[in-house]
C-alpha cells in the first residue's frame, strides 16, 4: 500500500516541458514571461529614482542618498522615509500632496510586481500558465488565507500591461516632480 501524502502529485514535467516546446504554448509562455519582465523593468527605474528623492529632502549629495537608500533594503522603507522626510523638510503643501500621489501610485505597480514575482506558477498540460498562486500569508477578518490563487487570463494579462503603462508614465512624472521638489527645498523648506 501506498503511503498518503498531503502534498499535491509531482508534475509530469517532461510532458510538460515538450508541450511547452509547441510554438503556441512557447509564445503564450515567452509573453508572460517579456510582460512581468517589462514590469519589473519599469518598476525597477522608478524605485531608484527614490534615491534622487532622498537626496533632496536629506540635502546630502548622490553618493550619501545611493548609501542611505542602499542601507534602506526593503522599497517600503524608502517610500516611508521619503514620506516622512516630505512631512518635515517641504513646507509646499499642494506639492507635498502631489508627491504623496505619486508614492501611492508607485505603491500600486509594487502590489503587481510583488504579486507576480513572488508567486508559483501553475502550467496546464500543455506548458500554458494558467494560474499564479501567492505565496504570502494573508491574514483577514475571517482568518489566515495562503496562497490566493489568480487566474492568469485574459483580464490579468491586460491588467498587467495596464500596469507596466502606469509605472512607464509614472517615470516621466518622477522626473518631472524632481525639479519642482529641488526648487520648493531651496525657497521654502523648513530646515529642522
Keep these: ?32 514571461f517579456a510582460m512581468i519582465g517589462h514590469l519589473s523593468f519599469s518598476w525597477s527605474n522608478n524605485e531608484s529614482l ?5 537626496m533632496l529632502l536629506l540635502r546630502c549629495d548622490r553618493d550619501a542618498a545611493l548609501i542611505v537608500f542602499g542601507t534602506l533594503n526593503t522599497s517600503r522603507a524608502r517610500v516611508d522615509l521619503v514620506q516622512r522626510l516630505a512631512r518635515v523638510k517641504l513646507a509646499d503643501r499642494a506639492l507635498a500632496g502631489e508627491l504623496k500621489r505619486l508614492l501611492a501610485r508607485f505603491e500600486t505597480g509594487t502590489r503587481m510586481r510583488n504579486d507576480l514575482l513572488h508567486a508559483m506558477f501553475t502550467v496546464d498540460e500543455a506548458g ?65
Excluded at 516541458?17 to 509573453?31: F, H, I, K, L, V
Design 50 to 54: 527614490l534615491a534622487y528623492f532622498i
Design 1 to 32: 500500500m501506498k503511503p498518503q501524502t498531503r502534498l499535491p502529485p509531482t508534475p509530469d514535467f517532461e510532458a510538460i516541458e515538450a508541450a511547452a516546446r509547441e510554438e503556441a504554448a512557447t509564445a503564450a509562455r515567452g509573453d508572460v
Design 128 to 192: 500554458r500558465i494558467t494560474h499564479t498562486h501567492a505565496m504570502r500569508l494573508e491574514d483577514r477578518a475571517k482568518g489566515l488565507r495562503f496562497g490566493a490563487a489568480k487566474p492568469m487570463d485574459g483580464e490579468r494579462i491586460e491588467a498587467i500591461r495596464a500596469e507596466i503603462r502606469a509605472m512607464n508614465e509614472l517615470n516621466r512624472d518622477l522626473w518631472n516632480f524632481l525639479p519642482r521638489l529641488e526648487a520648493a527645498l531651496r525657497s521654502g523648506a523648513r530646515g529642522r
